[in-house]
């Protein structure tokens, strides 16, 4: 789990594991392209309207999940949301804006440390 991020990262209950993320992962498998996108938001609503019992951020897990697992082959996301993308050249962009953040991310931290070593608090 991360700091401050507990609930967002703990790991996936057996409910989430064994109930939602069959769901889920049978529902992403449909949304091919781009124009077939779909947001956390409407992935919320439509499993609660189903009767199950999720959140948004326990939906960001569960994709979390599914990616780094490889559950969903080539699953981006995209300010319009989840969908597997059609063309090599998807994957590759979308590689690079995660190079990008991961590197934005890195320059906050080491940032951090430096004023954390020139600075008492």
């Given at each position: 789990m991360i700091q401050g991020f507990e609930n967002e990262t703990?790991?996936?209950?057996?409910?989430?594991r064994n109930v939602l993320l069959p769901v889920v992962v049978n529902g992403l498998k449909g949304k091919i392209g781009a124009a077939k996108a779909v947001s956390?938001?409407?992935?919320?609503?439509?499993?609660?309207?189903?009767g199950y019992d999720v959140t948004?951020?326990?939906?960001?897990?569960?994709i979390n999940h599914i990616r780094v697992n490889?559950?969903?082959f080539f699953l981006?996301?995209?300010?319009k949301g989840y969908y597997i993308a059609e063309k090599r050249q998807e994957v590759a962009e979308y590689i690079e804006s995660l190079k990008g953040r991961e590197n934005a991310i890195k320059a906050v931290r080491i940032s951090m440390e430096k004023q954390l070593e020139q600075a008492a608090l």
């Amino acid at each position: 789990m991360i700091q401050g991020f507990e609930n967002e990262t703990k790991p996936l209950t057996d409910y989430e594991r064994n109930v939602l993320l069959p769901v889920v992962v049978n529902g992403l498998k449909g949304k091919i392209g781009a124009a077939k996108a779909v947001s956390n938001s409407h992935i919320c609503k439509s499993l609660r309207a189903a009767g199950y019992d999720v959140t948004e951020v326990r939906i960001r897990k569960i994709i979390n999940h599914i990616r780094v697992n490889g559950l969903v082959f080539f699953l981006i996301a995209s300010g319009k949301g989840y969908y597997i993308a059609e063309k090599r050249q998807e994957v590759a962009e979308y590689i690079e804006s995660l190079k990008g953040r991961e590197n934005a991310i890195k320059a906050v931290r080491i940032s951090m440390e430096k004023q954390l070593e020139q600075a008492a608090l």
